[in-house]
């Protein structure tokens, strides 16, 4: 058996949810581009589009926003575990244990003993997740900082209710059409770790609450969700961009990480990156009135430039994550809810990965490549020598 690190290449099922080709920077959803999705679409309809294959009519988008927008509120005894929670805890923290308590509200029948036999629940329970998971960051904000949440509103699209419950004003129009693009790009992305990980779990025919928990444990890691706010703090520390060429070829003398630039299906620049700077110049300039940027943003372009001359020749390019931190702190999102949003956004491919797992569903049990020693003769342990193990 050959041990090949990270399953790197290893198919590990057969999907029709997403496609990439990375050699030529193509995603595709169901089998339409990305970009056109994120010009043209909602996340409401990409959601569906993802859950069941197809563009919906306008009649079943219709029926489907009004089932989210219905189903946006929480239980007192869900916020009342947010209130119990240290003010201190991150939010990715807090998303997890509040989805995994989820369960007790929403529990399921028999484990998901069948798919046909539970479609009604399946059903519903994905609108009631991907309803919440919104609700959730953005009470969370409030919570944390001692103030009462902020009801969500019927009359508001996801994007437009997030901005609002957020702020408690009136979302503006072109941040809520951008961070609707931006949901639409990080909702689904083949079978990453955090997806992986909902397959695994799914497998198993856990409660999808526990399903979606551990898929946001897993995206909660620096090397997957969390990079876009490692980016963030690399702007910061670079400052200004003609510190840029220095601070990147010194990190690269160090063999160090350059965060956001990247990625293992990628030879070329992520297709979800060009379209978020496309975009964030757009409505930047737009904001500005001048034309003029952001510093961070000048900051980045610069970073991408460096990166580009220095480890073009390796395929790193900029992927999803160095473009959405920046467009979520001009937003005035505090960082610790850039990955939070990642799931929001992620959970519409999480749930149609766990719907579609559940279709041909087999528990997943990879076999190993042992490395350890031979056979060993049991020493009593007043016969054994000095030990070496620092932590006992």
């Known amino acids: 058996m050959q041990y090949i690190p990270g399953l790197a290449g290893v198919p590990a099922t057969e999907s029709k949810i997403s496609f990439i080709d990375g050699q030529k920077g193509l995603l595709t959803y169901r089998g339409y581009d990305i970009q056109e999705l994120a010009e043209y679409s909602s996340f409401e309809e990409t959601t569906l589009l993802l859950l069941f294959g197809d563009l919906p009519t306008a009649d079943e988008l219709s029926r489907f926003d009004s089932l989210l927008r219905n189903n946006r509120r929480i239980k007192y005894n869900i916020r009342q575990i947010m209130q119990n929670l240290p003010s201190t805890t991150h939010p990715m923290h807090m998303l997890q244990v509040v989805v995994a308590s989820l369960a007790s509200f929403y529990p399921s029948t028999e484990y998901m003993k069948g798919a046909s036999e539970n479609q009604d629940y399946i059903n519903s ?41 957020l702020n408690g004003e009136e979302p503006d129009k072109d941040w809520a059409r951008l961070l609707d693009a931006i949901l639409i790009l990080h909702a689904e992305h083949t079978i990453n770790a955090s997806t992986f990980t909902t397959m695994v779990t799914g497998s198993t025919l856990a409660n999808p609450c526990s399903v979606i928990a551990s898929a946001i444990a897993s995206l909660s890691g620096p090397l997957h969700g969390g990079a876009n706010q490692k980016v963030i703090e690399m702007l910061d520390e670079i400052g200004e961009p003609e510190n840029a060429r220095a601070y990147i070829e010194k990190r690269l003398a160090k063999k160090q990480v350059i965060w956001g630039m990247g990625h293992r299906e990628y030879k070329t620049k992520d297709p979800r990156a060009s379209i978020l700077q496309k975009l964030s110049t757009e409505i930047l300039a737009k904001k500005d009135g001048a034309g003029e940027l952001s510093k961070a943003f000048e900051t980045a372009k610069e970073v991408e430039k460096i990166c580009a001359e220095l480890l073009g020749h390796k395929g790193v390019y900029p992927n999803v994550d160095f473009y959405s931190g920046i467009l979520y702190k001009e937003m005035g999102f505090d960082p610790g809810l850039f990955t939070p949003i990642f799931a929001v956004a992620r959970s519409a491919g999480w749930m149609a990965h766990w719907r579609e797992q559940l279709q041909n569903n087999k528990i997943f049990r990879p076999t190993q490549v042992y490395t350890g020693s031979g056979k060993s003769c049991y020493i009593p342990v007043e016969k054994r020598g000095q030990g070496d193990h620092e932590f006992l």
């Open 125 to 165: 329970v994905t609108v009631k997740i991907i309803a919440h998971m919104g609700t959730l960051v953005a009470n969370w904000e409030h919570v944390r900082n001692g103030y009462d949440p902020i009801e969500p509103r019927k009359d508001l699209n996801y994007a437009e209710n997030f901005l609002y419950m």
